[in-house]
């Protein structure tokens, strides 16, 4: 007999397929009214979604889903699931054809409005269908998580969809070509043709055709509601399907679609999606995507933004009290920030603190000022719209932005650009943690505002748009440079940004924690996982346990010879013996030295040639600093920006052990004791409120 939870499992998956299907056949047929209340098929989705991961149960229907999916984007709306993959309720999922029947709700709404693109139509009736294409996507993307055997289901599969006859297919394009140089994606299907099936509907005017889901999955792309984010994901997880369909053609497509619809988060997901496969970087991908997307100047202003540290060299500061003119604007400092341990910070670095003589970075950390404020620019124009390819977005003023008043360094800058302040771009994406400090407003009165001035909520969706397209950008090139792919690594050294730009973003507080976490993870890959560091410190293992091999002197008498005087001769027998080692020995421990004789010691490029374990100082004080700041070691669950930041820099400490910068007993003795209070649960809490109870 089969187990009562195998049992309740199937009648959940029977009962939910009853659901399911109900919702696609009402919603392709356009002769019914779309159904104002989805709410059964809202749960039915979520209980699917649900089912797919470990120890997850509970739905929480109080939350108006449908709202709660129009207002986030694909990816940020993935993000609010996951978990560790079920692969039992998986494949029970997948043998009683529960996946195809979540398929089909997704296409159900593309046969209700053929040929017409179903999302052209802004009217209200389609809102309940948008959430419900979101939730059908996240719950195909919780079918396939973690389970080659769904991911492999799913790219063999087809089903059946609408087709225009080759008889009208012409006729239909010629008209469509008359009034639209744009076509959509159902239209580019029809255009490249696919050869019908003899069976015509009833009216004679359509047809049935097998397409792979896959397939489908490529012509719904341009629709911001999930089919990107879930081939990122399938992509990234399969090898196979990464082979198949990671081609020139799909990532040329990608790029024109960021230069058509705008800096939209999960096409640059999609890049670094098939970068990495399993964990494993793919050079050839990485490389492909460095060579169509950002070796082309005039192809990357148009879906990149661009770096440029600041100088404050030519400025003219105002004297006297002079605080509300621009320029001293501009040159005062932000306000402080909270750290996780609850203590205000303004990011002032303490000259005091002990630092080795030389260090990567020495003379710009050790300077008054510090590190250079961050600039951002990007191909903008006021008269921006979606299909308007020579401007990525908006200009500043657009986005209630100005431009700063200081240069780029070094004339890295290009004439005309407009450039703000990294932090005035991007606080938004914090702006409980950041909005009093950036612009001298508390959150909860810059959130009135923001209710009853619809310019001013327009401009900040607009921030917030772009900035979280930055962030995906970070990681993006990250993903190319993993791996040590060198050609990725040495373009964007000399293109994108310097060790000391992007260590100074990572020292800033005022930047939103998913900026500087993915700031952190392309600093490892970029500047630190690379020639002549080696894992291990060039060892197959970091030692456990150290056994010293030595040639002591016995100190034992000798025994006399005849011929010999009567004397006592001390001598070194060759007896091997285990002797203690302090860890204050300097070779005790491996740590990176680099050799006169090596290869490498003359080169011009310090980031070679830096002889000792001090060379990344300044990234094993952002490490320690950072841990510090947590205090006690209390972590709160529910941070989860902070706990992204928090994961990365734990990443940063990890790779500095390994490559023998963290290797000397003064080293440990300051991060065992940060580390042990973090990793200690006892303290932890779900929510700050619990906390200060």
């Known amino acids: 007999m089969a187990p009562r939870v195998e049992v309740n499992r199937l009648r959940l998956i029977r009962s939910l397929l009853v ?17 104002d209340n989805l709410v059964s098929t809202v749960y039915a989705l979520l209980r699917v979604i649900l089912l797919c991961y470990k120890g997850k149960s509970k739905i929480d229907m109080t939350t108006d889903w449908v709202k709660k999916a129009n207002s986030h984007s694909p990816a940020a709306f993935t993000a609010l699931f996951g978990g560790v993959s079920d692969t039992a309720a998986q494949r029970a999922c997948r043998d009683l ?66 087709e225009i006859p080759s008889t009208q297919l012409e006729h239909t394009l010629n008209a469509q070509d008359e009034t639209s140089s744009l076509t959509s ?25 097998p397409q792979l889901w896959m397939d489908t999955i490529l012509e719904q792309l341009e629709a911001p509601l999930g089919p990107a984010v879930t081939l990122s994901k399938l992509l990234s997880a399969n090898e196979e399907l990464l082979t198949k369909y990671a081609t020139p053609k799909l990532v040329m497509k990608f790029s024109e679609m960021v230069q058509t619809l705008g800096p939209q988060r999960r096409f640059v997901d999609f890049f670094a999606a098939i970068c990495i496969v399993q964990g494993r970087a793919v050079k050839p991908n990485q490389e492909m995507v460095l060579r169509l997307t950002w070796m082309d100047l005039k192809v990357r202003k148009s879906i990149y933004l661009q770096l440029r540290p600041l100088t404050t060299r030519g400025v003219s500061v105002p ?24 203590a205000l910070t303004d990011g002032t670095i303490d000259s005091s603190s002990p630092r080795p003589a030389d260090f990567l970075g020495r003379e710009i950390y050790n300077r008054p000022k510090g590190f250079s404020p961050v600039g951002i620019t990007w191909a903008g124009t006021a008269a921006w719209n979606r299909g308007h390819p020579e401007a990525l977005f908006w200009d500043l003023e657009h986005l209630g932005l100005k431009a700063t008043k200081l240069r780029a360094e070094d004339d890295m800058g290009e004439k005309g650009e407009e450039i703000v302040r990294l932090e005035e771009l991007c606080w938004c994406l914090d702006g409980p943690a950041l909005c009093e400090a950036i612009t001298g407003e508390t959150w909860v009165s810059y959130k009135v505002h923001l209710e009853h001035d619809k310019a001013l909520r327009k401009a900040f969706d607009l921030r917030v748009e772009l900035a979280t397209y930055f962030v995906g950008q970070l990681l993006l090139h990250a993903a190319m440079c993993s791996g040590r792919s060198y050609n990725c690594i040495d373009r964007l050294q000399r293109t994108f940004a310097s060790y000391t730009t992007l260590v100074g973003m990572a020292y800033n507080p005022h930047l939103p924690q998913l900026v500087r976490a993915a700031v952190v993870d392309l600093i490892l890959v970029l500047y630190l996982d690379r020639y002549p560091q080696l894992q291990s410190s060039g060892r197959p293992k970091l030692p456990e346990e150290l056994w010293v091999y030595s040639m002591e002197s016995s100190n034992k008498p000798r025994p006399r010879r005849k011929s010999s005087k009567n004397y006592t001769e001390v001598q070194h027998d060759g007896t091997p013996l285990v002797r203690p080692l302090k860890l204050s020995d300097e070779t005790a421990l491996p740590k990176f030295v680099l050799h006169p004789s090596h290869s490498l010691a003359n080169d011009p490029d310090p980031f070679n040639s830096f002889p000792s374990h001090f060379k990344f100082f300044l990234l094993r004080n952002l490490g320690n600093q950072y841990m510090k700041s947590f205090n006690n070691g ?5 941070h989860r920006k902070e706990n992204v930041l928090a ?36 303290s932890d809490v779900e929510r700050m409120v619990k906390a200060n109870k």
């Open 185 to 209: 994606p159902v239209q580019n299907r029809r255009r490249r043709g696919s050869r019908p099936s003899k069976e015509l509907t009833a009216d004679s005017k359509v047809v049935h055709v």
């Open 97 to 162: 054809k529960l996946m195809d029947t979540v398929f089909e709700m997704g296409y159900a709404v593309y046969a209700r409005t053929f040929p017409a693109d179903p999302w052209a139509n802004s009217s209200a009736a389609f809102n309940g269908p948008r959430a419900i294409q979101k939730l059908v996507h996240v719950a195909i993307q919780a079918l396939c998580a973690g389970n080659k055997a769904s991911q492999d289901y799913f790219g063999r599969r087809s089903s059946l969809v609408l």
């Open 319 to 342: 004297r006297g009290n002079s605080a509300s003119s621009s320029s001293a604007k501009v040159l005062a400092k932000y306000g402080p920030v909270k750290l996780p341990s609850g």
């Open 19 to 35: 659901n399911c299907n109900l919702y696609t056949v009402a919603l392709s047929d356009p002769s019914r009214a779309i159904r």
């Open 634 to 638: 209390c972590v709160v669950h529910g």
């Open 647 to 682: 994961s990365s820099m734990s990443s940063l400490i990890a790779a500095l052990l390994s490559f023998g910068f963290q290797s000397s007993t003064s080293n440990f003795q300051e991060l065992v004791p940060i580390l042990v209070r973090t990793l200690d649960g006892r």
